[in-house]
């Protein structure tokens, strides 16, 4: 490995004006304290330098693991896969011993790319110390011992922005570039500041399970192929959280890959416009819960790169507020279940809408689904008729006929400030869905209805319901 120049300091001056002869007469004992602590104040290749005085310098040096347990990445610009082979080296040499860090930063947008070179050794990694613009933030992990159980890397914490908080806040939030803790059960969480997210290319895979990232101004922003790209290098995924500010990438050159999670059961996409990308670029097998909030964009969004089935108008010609957006919406919902086909249990719609002909779509391929709640949509008289059992013909030429029910297992429905929908079309749906699924399907009925904020779910309508759903009937 090539590691540079060697960095001349007190300690290494000290020990060249000696001879190497006269130290080697010292017990072996003296010298591993010499070198330890040279490696502690010297420059960051002092091991190496030691290592390489004379045959005996160099055996004491391999066979002592407490002369590597220091870390130093000063702020030269070497290139990661330097920085990541002196960790490897290091760490490995300092085995089984635990190791600390230093890390002095040049290039704010290094950070994550070299934390993630000692992340595979987390049990090990006791302290860390970062240093950037005069400032450091110091992180100790030294609470657990090596004999306690191993530890989990749980959640990672990403904040998209300038490496200090630009707009003179004096919250503590705002002036950590990093930090890191654990919790009871040896979860590691880690928090990081980057004004963009690192290339695929310069970062280790991150083994956690929890993923949170944040843009917080316009100027620090994601776009679904660096995203998709980053999510690639998070295979353990079980969370993943994306909180925007409505960053409209416009038309994609091409497409980009697709980004297998399959551990993922939970995701979550806020305030962003790029839902359809991602979405529709994600493999998600295990997917249990989607969380959608905030994506209805009263303005029109830039076109999908390519052209799919249903992206033709919808045939129903609804009302919307949001036409763009629950195009986009509806399409990366669809382009999701149909590559994944995930066992969902969970939609939540928050301000996140669709066509009809999406609700329609989804609606008849999510056999799984228990909990469906959507707030402020523009869903129209045909959507809700969708809960409704379903007349089907049983047989070529036989009069007799069966049911089916969509969404067959779902126990909870929520509606919130829906102002299109009528409330007579509500009480028809859903009364005549629980008097077939009470008695064919007892244990899987709706058990609990909300309804809040519908100006045109009536008085009447609440009374005529609770006729058929009792106490299962929440209305405010």
């Known amino acids: 490995m090539s590691c540079g120049p060697l960095y001349k300091v007190d300690s290494t001056k000290c020990l060249a004006a000696v001879s190497p002869t006269s130290l080697s007469n010292l017990p072996a004992e003296l010298l591993i304290e010499i070198f330890v602590t040279s490696s502690r104040v010297g420059g960051p290749f002092t091991p190496l330098a030691l290592a390489r005085v004379c045959q005996l310098w160099r055996e004491i040096c391999i066979s002592s693991p407490r002369i590597w347990q220091l870390i130093i990445v000063n702020k030269s610009w070497r290139s990661i896969s330097s920085i990541r082979a002196q960790a490897e080296l290091w760490i490995a040499r300092s085995a089984p011993l635990p190791f600390d860090v230093d890390v002095e930063l040049a290039d704010f947008e290094r950070l994550l790319p070299i934390m993630s070179c000692f992340l595979p050794h987390i049990a090990r990694w006791m302290e860390c110390k970062i240093s950037f613009d005069g400032r450091t933030t110091h992180t100790c992990l030294s609470d657990l ?13 990403v904040r998209l922005k300038a490496p200090f908080d630009e707009d003179g806040s004096s919250d503590d939030d705002d002036s ?31 083994l956690f399970t929890s993923l949170d990232i944040t843009e917080t101004s316009f100027t620090h922003t994601v776009r679904s192929p660096e995203l998709l790209g980053f999510l690639g290098r998070c295979p353990n995924l079980e969370h993943f959280y994306l909180h925007g500010v409505s960053f409209e990438e416009g038309i994609l050159d091409t497409s980009p890959p697709v980004v297998a999670l399959p551990r993922l059961h939970t995701l979550l996409l806020d305030l962003v416009c790029i839902q359809r990308t991602v979405l529709s670029h994600l493999y998600l097998p295990a997917l249990r819960e989607l969380h959608l909030r905030h994506l ?24 919307s507020q949001s036409p763009s957006s629950d195009h986009h919406t509806g399409m990366g919902i669809r382009k999701l279940i149909s590559r994944s086909r995930p066992p969902l249990e969970i939609l939540d719609m928050d301000l996140s809408d669709m066509r009809t002909k999406d609700f329609i779509w989804v609606f008849d391929r999510l056999p799984h689904l228990k909990q469906f709640s959507i707030v402020g949509s523009d869903m129209s008289n045909e959507v809700v008729r969708l809960f409704k059992p379903v007349p089907i013909a049983s047989g070529v030429g036989s009069n007799d006929e069966g049911v089916r029910v969509r969404l067959p297992q779902l126990s909870a429905l929520k509606l919130f400030g829906c102002q299109q929908f009528s409330g007579k079309e509500l009480v028809e749906a859903l009364s005549a869905r629980v008097h077939y699924t ?39």
């Open 145 to 157: 011992t090596l004999s306690a159980p191993r530890r989990i890397l749980h959640h990672l914490d």
């Open 176 to 206: 950590v570039f990093f930090s890191c803790g654990t919790s009871s059960f040896r979860h590691v969480s880690m928090k990081i500041a980057a004004s963009n997210l690192p290339s695929a290319d310069f970062i280790n895979p991150l």
């Open 296 to 319: 209805n964009m009263d303005f029109s969004l830039d076109g999908y790169h390519n052209e799919e089935e249903g992206d033709s108008e919808d045939e129903a010609h609804d009302f």
């Open 438 to 476: 009470d008695r064919a399907t007892p244990n899987e009925t709706l058990t609990n209805v909300v309804i809040s904020g519908c100006n045109r779910f009536l008085s009447s309508h609440r009374h005529e319901l609770s006729w058929h759903l009792h106490d299962r009937l929440h209305v405010s």
